[in-house]
């Protein structure tokens, strides 16, 4: 819906709204004071917060996960620490205005959003919009490349990935290794775990004298 306006022509601000101009757009968005604004999962986030004892205030970029812990802060996917790094499944403190860490949580605008996503991009971190979720992108050859995965006998193989359904498969399950030392230490944690399998099962039959 657009509203045609002439040089001069003011329009109010609608109650609990601000203001934003975008593409020569004036868009209105909900201006949340901060202590009823209660971060949803998927809400990206700027938290402004006093760290106690100090006088030092801390600015952090997060994606929530909808999750306020036992300790009274808001579980988050991500948080990028502006200047920093970014941190996995960390939290932010809850607003209160009595709380010695006297924080401000807002939406962060598209730009803050984008050197978010750039900072995690980093990390091979990336934002599953769709199931509202963060997730590492795992290593993957170019196509012919060679990786290493165990077989069926837990001996490690090397092979080239076609990006056939095979090849596919292996990396979907995680049977997908780029170094040749990381396939052989999973290989042996699997003769293990199959032996204890077996030992428990023996046992088991034993108990049952059949």
């Given amino acids: 819906m657009s509203t045609k306006v002439k040089l001069g022509d003011s329009i109010n601000i609608p109650e609990g709204c601000k203001a934003v101009i975008e593409d020569g757009k004036v868009i209105f968005q909900p201006e949340f004071k901060d202590a009823d604004y209660v971060p949803k999962r998927g809400d990206v986030v700027v938290c402004t917060y006093h760290v106690p004892y100090s006088t030092y205030n801390e ?21 990028y620490e502006h200047g920093g790094i970014i941190k996995r499944n960390k939290g932010i403190p809850v607003v209160n205005k009595h709380d010695q860490y006297q924080s401000k949580i807002r939406l962060a605008t598209d730009e803050e959003k984008e050197i978010l996503f750039d900072k995690m991009k980093e990390q091979r971190l990336y934002w599953d919009a769709k199931n509202y979720n963060v997730f590492l992108e795992r290593w993957r050859a170019e196509n012919n490349g060679t990786y290493y995965f165990v077989n069926a006998n837990f001996k490690v193989e090397r092979t080239y990935d076609t990006y056939s359904s095979i090849d596919d498969y292996l990396h979907a399950i995680g049977n997908y290794f780029c170094d040749e030392y990381d396939a052989k230490s999973i290989a042996m944690m699997l003769v293990e775990s199959t032996n204890k399998l077996k030992s428990i099962l023996l046992q088991y039959h034993d108990k049952l004298g059949k």
């Fill in 59 to 79: 600015s952090v970029t997060a994606i929530c996960t909808g999750h306020r812990d036992k300790f009274g802060t808001y579980d988050c996917f991500v948080i």
